[in-house]
């Protein structure tokens, strides 16, 4: 790579933009609009996923040729560039197909099996989250943004009147809550809810590694916790070869380390269930 890390960030910005525009205009389009067929796992897939997964596919093989890709439609075996993204091309499918306008386009770029870039566009509403999380080779990039603006996380102490989001599996949960709960039907924007100071906290019992890997870059650099709740101190890197098709990584996000004696004991049996 003949461009200095900050500026081949600013090229992965770029591309990110541009290929999120183009995508998310056509997807607006065929919003509500699609037949919607289940997958084996019993989530639903409709032709705007496998259209703007193909088309994301192209553009990255188009701009960054060396670049690998895992996606959750087609490719789910890590491949041994340095550089990969992983895709989601319609995340939140339910909502898509069903006519709620919240779902978006996931990319994050990992470096060695690390993310260092994530980017997140939700068309219906207009939000654009992007971030970048670097440290290597002497030099440091870290930054959260929504619509170009820096995000941090809520500094509030926690009240009844704070938000705090659980997924489907875990809404057994809410009695116990001590904040208003919230389901969005959309993991990735229940962790960025949390990198943005929206929310105080939020759980998914079974997120796959496309629902994670730009999410990760931009609650990090934002300040947020990230808490596997399977114990792993590390999710990253991820492995060569390996097949992350069914593997789930149940994840607590809180706005500071402070809260996590409130909220992990009341959700951590979902790392025990996965």
């Not at 639903?44 to 890709?69: C, K, M, N, Y």
């Not at 992350?244 to 402070?258: D, F, K």
Request: glycine content about 8%; overall charge negative; some cysteine.
């Amino acid at each position: 790579m003949n461009l200095s890390i900050s500026e081949f960030f600013q090229e992965v910005l770029e591309f990110a933009r541009s290929t999120g525009d183009r995508i998310g205009n056509q997807l607006l389009q065929d919003f509500g609009q699609v037949a919607f067929t289940e997958k084996k796992d019993g989530s639903l897939v409709t032709q705007a996923d496998q259209w703007s997964d193909a088309e994301i596919r192209q553009a990255i093989q188009t701009r960054f040729p060396d670049h690998g890709v895992l996606s959750e439609e087609t490719l789910h075996i890590f491949p041994p560039n340095d550089w990969c993204w992983i895709i989601d091309p319609v995340d939140g499918t339910t909502n898509f197909a069903r006519g709620i306008p919240l779902w978006g386009i996931s990319l994050g770029l990992l470096y060695k099996g690390v993310p260092v870039f994530g980017y997140v566009y939700f068309p219906p509403i207009n939000q654009v989250f992007h971030g970048f999380y670097w440290q290597a080779d002497g030099e440091e990039i870290i930054g959260a943004f929504l619509n170009n603006r820096p995000i941090q996380p809520s500094p509030d102490d926690l009240t009844k009147n704070h938000f705090f989001n659980l997924c489907s599996r875990s809404v057994q949960f809410a009695p116990n809550i001590p904040a208003k709960v919230r389901i969005l039907g959309l993991g990735i924007y229940n962790f960025l809810t949390v990198a943005m100071g929206s929310t105080l906290g939020g759980v998914e019992a079974t997120p796959k590694i496309w629902d994670i890997a730009a999410a990760w870059v931009i609650v990090k650099a934002a300040g947020a916790v990230w808490h596997d709740l399977q114990g792993n101190t590390e999710l990253f890197p991820l492995e060569v070869g390996k097949n992350y098709a069914s593997i789930s990584y149940p994840t607590l996000i809180v706005s500071r380390s402070e809260l996590l004696t409130t909220f992990l004991p009341l959700v951590e049996d979902l790392g025990k269930d996965s």
